[in-house]
């Protein structure tokens, strides 16, 4: 992706000293473009916990440069092994839904069990950390391809009006390492000159769709408008969307999707409306060892600040203020598990699959048991 006409990652290690890690802090979008540099496996959890960084995909890629930094301070103490299980625990520990974060994190411990001496292990954690973000890069771009298909078939239809596509959240460029997948079918359709639209649901509690997802599609031209959460129902009644397309922190080898608060309401809409939705992820935001995802998905809850309180541009700056009474509790949570029926298919680096377990091993036959 390009802001401002130069292109980023959303997260590499930097050029000049390998014992940094540089990211895009998305706390500031969409009003400042800041990078951070992380130096430890502490502050790396930190900005994985605190949403410096956040999505499924730049999660895992942001553990495994964790694991990473984490080496590097193991090689500089006598217990390797000790400070290594230490820094997956903690990194662990800062995001419970999205599977990527525990898949990531497991491989680096297999590589780097492969080293013989503490360079070695550093240096194979590196190479781990930056063949999963390249992987997460391509796999995207795959995903990119296939959900162009779909749209592809419904402009046919269309007859040169704009295909209109609604999101949830962000699962775009800044929730990956690049692309993103339920907006790399939306980038791909774009860039080879298809009439497009995208409506875009704002995401409370957090507003990473008003925020970050309108800012990214605004960063590569593509036409969009920003809508209420509440407003994809209506929208839907009067035919208006033509696709839905959403991301996901966990998917099930059965279907059952978890996705950003509000996606399960958008699916029962689309349902109502016979408005397909298709949920596009990478392989490794497959939960392989889960069955029911409305029992077995751990839902985050977040806390009472973001429901009471949204931040803003003022005057030059950035500021947040109360929106809800200061003595009211709350619940915050950060997930809902959209069931499989609801869902019209799974866009992978593979193709397009059904939200069901014997078509989703079709697609991944060596996770079959």
């Known amino acids: 992706m390009k802001v401002g006409g130069r292109y980023f990652r959303t997260i590499w290690v930097k050029p000049d000293d390998e014992g940094v890690v540089q990211l895009i802090d998305q706390r500031f979008l969409p009003y400042r473009f800041m990078i951070e540099e992380v130096r430890t496996v502490a502050q790396m959890a930190t900005a ?14 942001s553990a495994g440069y964790g694991m990473y930094l984490a080496a ?16 997956a625990e903690q990194l662990r520990a800062t995001r419970p839904t999205a599977v990527n974060l525990s ?17 070695e292990k550093v240096a194979l954690a590196l190479r781990t950390a930056n063949s999963m973000a390249e992987e997460d890069v391509e796999h995207c771009r795959m995903i990119g ?7 592809q078939q419904i402009a046919r239809k269309k007859t040169g009006k704009p295909v209109n596509v609604l999101t949830h959240c962000n699962a775009g460029w800044l929730a990956f390492v690049d692309y993103g997948s339920a907006t790399g079918p939306i980038y791909a359709a774009h860039d080879c000159g298809l009439p497009l639209h995208v409506w875009v649901a704002e995401t ?23 809508i209420a959460d509440s407003a994809a129902g209506h929208l839907m009644q009067h035919g208006e969307v033509d696709l839905v397309i959403v991301g996901t922190d966990r998917t099930t080898y059965t279907g059952d999707v978890a996705n950003k608060i509000g996606t399960y309401l958008k699916a029962l809409a689309a349902k109502a409306n016979n408005v397909p939705f298709y949920v596009a992820l990478p ?3 497959i939960d392989w060892d889960m069955r029911d995802g409305l029992k077995e998905i751990p839902i985050e809850e977040r806390g009472a600040e973001e429901i009471k309180h949204a931040d803003g541009w003022f005057e030059g700056q950035q500021v947040e203020v109360r ?15 959209t069931p499989r029926h609801l869902v019209s298919g799974l866009i992978t680096e593979r193709g397009v699959c059904e939200a069901n377990e014997k078509s989703i091993f079709s697609l991944f036959p060596e996770h079959a048991t």
């Open 48 to 61: 994985i916990r605190e949403m410096h960084v956040r999505g499924a995909g730049l999660i895992g890629a």
């Open 72 to 87: 590097i301070e193991a090689a500089a103490r006598a217990a390797f092994d000790e400070h290594m299980a230490r820094a």
């Open 103 to 119: 898949w990531a994190i497991e491989r680096q411990l297999r590589s780097i069990a492969d080293g013989k001496t503490a360079e």
């Open 145 to 151: 391809q296939h959900g162009l298909a779909l749209i």
């Open 204 to 226: 409370r509690p957090r507003n990473q769709g008003s925020k970050l997802t309108a800012w990214e599609l605004g960063q590569h031209g593509v036409p969009h408008r920003v």
């Open 283 to 285: 392989s490794a935001s």
């Open 323 to 337: 929106i809800a009474p200061e003595g009211s509790p709350t619940a915050n949570y950060g997930f809902d598990v």
